[in-house]
């Protein structure tokens, strides 16, 4: 199984912060990456996919990129709404595989 | 905007078999854009898929859990199913059904997911 490592577990930032999430492939993705934020008893929604498209209705404050098998979530402007766990996945082969998850913290 | 609506037992015995299954509503589960999947998240851990299923009945499962695990779908019902037998403590989780995007030339993704369910396992 492709192994999907994210980096740091945990972050604390304010309001109006620039953050940014890091996810390390065990293995080359090419651009079969997505981020998914899941709030507290809530189920995950998805961000962005293939890197860098936004999902429909996402900010344009968050954004995507790639260096290799290193994936990058980048938040600007962090607003309130922002705080809470981001997970990236990989769905170039199977089984899909989650990273462990960045908690969001103020 | 589509809904997906898990239901199903919240307490399970250990050695039985977890069934739960996901109602689709304002949509429809024969789309030829989509696969159905089952993803779960066990108590401060991450999420782990286990499997999918197309309206034709095609299916896809973890290889981790392959031997215990059946996906099917009814498209009269609009429902998809997950059936998990002999089921232990390692198995209590939260249990999502989520709508998977068959992209052409990129990831597939999913995009539409339910609130989840508890599943405990326990005697």
């Known amino acids: 199984d492709i192994q999907m490592t994210q980096s740091p577990a945990s972050l604390s930032a304010s309001v109006g912060d620039r953050v940014t999430i890091t996810c390390r492939s065990s293995q080359n993705i090419d651009n079969y990456l997505n981020w998914y934020q899941q709030k507290p008893g809530r189920a995950p929604k998805v961000l962005i996919y293939a890197v860098s498209t936004l999902q429909s209705g996402v900010p344009s404050r968050f954004s995507g990129s790639e260096s290799g098998t290193d994936f990058t979530l980048t938040i600007s402007n962090l607003q309130p709404e922002d705080f809470a766990t981001y997970y990236c996945?990989?769905?170039?082969?199977?089984?899909?595989?989650f990273g462990q998850g960045t908690k969001l913290e103020i | 905007q589509l809904q997906l609506q898990e239901s199903g037992p919240g307490l399970v015995k250990p050695s039985e078999t977890l069934s739960l299954t996901c109602t689709v509503s304002?949509?429809?589960?024969?789309?030829?854009?989509?696969?159905w999947a089952w993803i779960r998240q066990a108590p401060v851990k991450g999420l782990e898929y286990i499997g999918s299923v197309f309206h034709n009945g095609d299916t896809y499962y973890n290889p981790s859990l392959k031997s215990r695990v059946t996906v099917s779908v009814d498209t009269f019902k609009n429902q998809f199913s997950l059936e998990l037998n002999s089921v232990t403590a390692a198995d209590t989780a939260v249990y999502y059904c989520?709508?998977?995007?068959?992209?052409?030339?990129?990831?597939?993704?999913?995009?539409?997911w339910g609130q989840g369910t508890l599943v405990t396992v326990s005697s």
């Open positions: 989520a709508r998977r995007v068959l992209s052409v030339g990129g990831p597939d993704y999913f995009d539409e």
């Open positions: 304002r949509g429809s589960i024969s789309s030829s854009r989509h696969f």
């Open positions: 996945q990989q769905s170039y082969s199977t089984p899909w595989t």
